[in-house]
């Protein structure tokens, strides 16, 4: 027996701050599927002729959670108020793990915004148990040569937190988590076995998957219900797709812009701790 499918999200076009980008999570009154709290997928062939310090996203702050970005084109650049800088290239994964506090910066490479090249990235909020919510910030660059890979038949499936066919991947998890990025070259039939009780979505960045007799497109969020350990996937040729699961923390969840915590007095200190530079500061130095 397979994994049913719950639902299939369509994302929608959303305004991010002057950058449209596609969203499936939250979305159609489904404001989170807890750990994860939010999924964009950015896509652009920048024109160039740009400087860095003009693109991209600048200094901010978060608080309280996990926001991570795999990379599928181009190269992104992160800063922070730890003093970590890092490019992060196809392949690859910058982790973040929020913690108490940090500000930090997201931008394309200094090589894209100058000669241009297509921009393709998903970045996925992942929420931290209270009890890990004020640790220490840390940061994790992985590229795509460090992250461990499982081979199943045509698909190459990359594993970066979480056990997965005897691979570990290197991102350190505050809560029990199995976080995947696969593709194939050619249409094959797979298995995929994640734990009965981690909730499961997979999110198509292009191609199509037919699972439990669902067919699922470019672009669609699948959400299954915890009913197998096993899920199905019939993929075709050119297919990229993330896999994320992770077991329900089941907290109370209070959240305002780049802050993730368990109640209004936790937001709200946060706040005043971002205002008066708590969180760090970061003065970007072009180059």
């Known amino acids: 027996m397979y994994r049913s499918v719950k639902k299939i999200i369509a994302a929608q076009k959303v305004n991010m701050g ?3 980008l596609d969203q499936p999570l939250p979305v159609n009154g489904v404001d989170q599927i807890d750990p994860f709290l939010l999924i964009h997928h950015w896509k652009r062939d920048m024109k160039g002729g740009d400087q860095q310090k003009h693109v991209g996203v600048g200094p901010h702050p978060h608080r309280g959670f996990s926001p991570v970005t795999f990379v599928f084109e181009g ?17 690859g994964t910058q982790w ?14 200094k090589t894209i915004a100058e000669e ?3 921009q393709e990235f998903i970045q996925f909020w992942v929420n931290t148990p209270a009890a890990h919510k004020m640790e220490t910030p840390y940061y994790l660059p992985i590229s795509y040569k460090d992250t461990p890979k499982v081979h199943k038949g045509a698909v190459e499936i990359g594993v970066v937190a979480g056990s997965f066919e005897n691979k570990n991947g290197p991102a350190k998890t505050y809560s029990n988590q199995i976080l995947l990025r696969g593709e194939t070259h050619a249409n094959d039939n797979i298995t995929i076995t994640i734990p009965k009780d981690y909730n499961m979505l997979i999110y198509i960045l292009n191609g199509s998957i037919k699972t439990n007799g669902t067919e699922v497109k ?14 199905n996937l019939q993929l075709i040729e050119g ?3 993330i896999v994320l699961s992770g077991q329900p923390i089941n907290e109370s969840l209070s959240s305002y812009g780049p802050f993730v915590m368990n109640s209004q007095t936790e937001i709200l200190e946060a706040l005043k701790d ?3 530079g708590k969180m760090g500061v970061l003065i970007e130095d072009f180059d």
Request: aromatic share 6%; charged share 25%.
């Open 18 to 20: 002057g950058h449209i």
């Open 239 to 241: 297919t990229r797709f």
């Open 218 to 231: 470019t672009k669609d969020l699948i959400w299954y219900n915890n009913d197998s350990d096993m899920v």
């Open 116 to 118: 241009g090249g297509l």
């Open 75 to 91: 190269a992104v650049e992160h800063r922070d108020s730890l003093g970590n800088r890092a490019t992060v290239t196809k392949g």
């Open 274 to 276: 971002a205002q008066m």
């Open 96 to 109: 973040m793990h929020a913690g108490k506090g940090i500000t930090h910066s997201e931008r394309p490479s």
